[in-house]
T-cell receptor
Framework: SAVISQKPSRDICQRGTSLTIQCQVD?????MFWYRQQPGQSLTLIAT?????????ESGFVIDKFPISRPNLTFSTLTVSNMSPEDSSIYLC????????????FGQGTRLTVV | KQEVTQIPAALSVPEGENLVLNCSFT??????LQWFRQDPGKGLTSLLL?????REQTSGRLNASLDKSSGRSTLYIAASQPGDSATYLC?????????FGTGTKLQVIP
């Protein structure tokens, strides 16, 4: 399995500010995925991050609000910009370690509270 | 659009019971189905992965089955323990993306 480290594990932020979440994997992977889990809800895919190209965003998510970087095959960041209380969620990164459509592994998540 | 539903939403059982969690999905064109557990406020831990060509997978006290044609999967937990208390999520890998179910919150009472 993969070791996926997310930082920070939790944060409390003021509305209008931005937070950057880091995801580090101990293996090289082609695609990394960012999910949001709102309180009491299941996971929703925000975007897929490919190394060397623009991230692909799902319907309802835009790059200005959730910019993503993918500088190499083991690291990605997700920024939550101009935060509002509605952004309070758990944010998780995920990888398919053995290639597309294989077993997915998740980081421990970042619990974000916006006040 | 893939929709994934899990029943029941919550389940409380005494320790030692065998139990079954259900997952249903609307589009049978899938690569695989994966079961996860999630502890409160934490990330997801992978339990079992079933490829679309497989019927079941087993790991310890866990057994997951897949009936792709009917759009159903079950997770069987044998001899439940208090440490099994968590939310269980199924995730369906379609041709475009992964879709998660709504989850079953399990409580095993000592």
């Amino acid at each position: 399995s993969a070791v996926i480290s997310q930082k920070p594990s939790r944060d409390i932020c003021q509305r209008g500010t931005s937070l950057t979440i880091q995801c580090q994997v101990d293996s090289q992977v082609t695609m990394m995925f960012w999910y949001r889990q709102q309180p009491g809800q299941s996971l929703t895919l925000i975007a897929t991050a490919n190394q060397g190209s623009e991230a692909t965003y799902e319907s309802g998510f835009v790059i200005d609000k959730f910019p993503i970087s993918r500088p190499n095959l083991t690291f990605s960041t997700l920024t939550v910009s101009n935060m509002s209380p509605e952004d309070s969620s758990i944010y998780l990164c995920s990888v398919e370690l053995y290639g597309p459509n294989t077993e997915a592994f998740f980081g421990q998540g970042t619990r974000l509270t916006v006040v | 659009k893939q929709e994934v539903t899990q029943i029941p939403a919550a389940l409380s059982v005494p320790e030692g019971e065998n139990l079954v969690l259900n997952c249903s999905f609307t589009d049978s064109a899938i690569y695989n189905l994966q079961w996860f557990r999630q502890d409160p406020g934490k990330g997801l831990t992978s339990l079992l992965l079933i490829q679309s060509s497989q019927r079941e997978q087993t790991s310890g006290r866990l057994n997951a089955s897949l009936d792709k044609s009917s759009g159903r999967s079950t997770l069987y937990i044998a001899a439940s323990q208090p440490g099994d208390s968590a939310t269980y999520l199924c995730a369906v890998r379609g041709y475009q993306k992964v879709t998660f179910g709504t989850g079953t919150k399990l409580q095993v009472i000592p």
